[in-house]
């Protein structure tokens, strides 16, 4: 059974900083992609930032140049830094893992993120 627990999130004023960690416990035989997702109010989920099998890191149009999404392989955990945090950044953020094979798709219970004028 594989469970992701996050950490970090709280409030911030616009402009600060916040780090969100993950860790992935359980046994994983396949490869994987990993990273993290938001969901505001009223609104869908949406992709924030992942990194694939092969290292590759993806982000969200809206945070291009502010966050930093990193994995550590042999920690089994997976890294969000946010900087110059915006009022719309506000959300709940889910970690999130994609098995590749399987096809299947694992979610932590989200940690909440806001951010103040």
């Known amino acids: 059974q594989v469970q992701l627990v996050e950490s970090g999130g709280g409030s911030v004023q616009a402009g600060g900083s916040l780090t969100l960690s993950c860790t992935v416990s359980g046994t994983i035989t396949e490869s994987d992609d990993r990273g993290w997702y938001r969901q505001a109010p009223g609104q869908d989920r949406e992709l924030v930032a992942r990194v694939t099998a092969g290292g590759t890191k993806i982000y969200g149009g809206s945070v291009k140049g502010r966050f930093t999404v990193s994995r550590d392989n042999a920690k089994n955990t997976v890294t969000l830094q946010m900087d110059s945090l915006k009022p719309e950044d506000t959300a709940v953020y889910y970690c999130?893992?994609?098995?590749?094979?399987?096809?299947?798709?694992?979610w932590g219970q989200g940690t909440q993120v806001i951010v103040s004028v």
């Open positions: 999130h893992l994609f098995a590749i094979i399987s096809r299947q798709d694992h």
